[in-house]
């Protein structure tokens, strides 16, 4: 991430949206399946809940403690945001862009 953007475009930015990008970036699926999967591999409700707190939590201004829960977290606020970008008829690329091109 820090070299997309070179290093002190990014030091100001939030923990979560960092490495939940660099997760995205890569697909962090496997990661976030870990956390709310249950025993059949569906999806566990209450850890699901557990998850969305988490992410709600960092948003929320919760310290980043760079475990892989929080990781998790951050993806899944990232996978949220790209699908409202989506859903505008976007990209996260363009996103990711103007971003870019703000801190130029």
């Known amino acids: 991430m820090n070299l997309a953007f070179v290093v002190n475009?990014?030091?100001?930015?939030?923990?979560?949206?960092?490495?939940?990008?660099?997760e995205f970036i890569h697909s962090?699926?496997?990661?976030l399946e870990y956390y709310v999967s249950d025993s059949v591999g569906g999806v566990?409700?209450?850890?699901?809940?557990n998850m969305v707190s988490r992410a709600t939590d960092l948003l929320n201004g919760d310290a980043w403690n760079s475990d892989s829960r929080d990781?998790?977290?951050g993806y899944l606020i990232v996978k949220?945001?790209?699908?409202?970008?989506?859903?505008?008829?976007?990209m996260t690329k363009s996103f990711m862009q103007?971003?870019?091109?703000?801190?130029s």
């Open 9 to 22: 475009k990014t030091i100001h930015m939030l923990s979560w949206f960092k490495e939940g990008m660099a």
């Open 28 to 31: 962090g699926d496997e990661r």
């Open 44 to 49: 566990d409700a209450t850890k699901l809940n």
């Open 71 to 73: 990781y998790a977290a």
């Open 80 to 90: 949220y945001l790209d699908s409202k970008v989506k859903s505008t008829g976007n």
């Open 98 to 103: 103007s971003i870019q091109t703000r801190f």
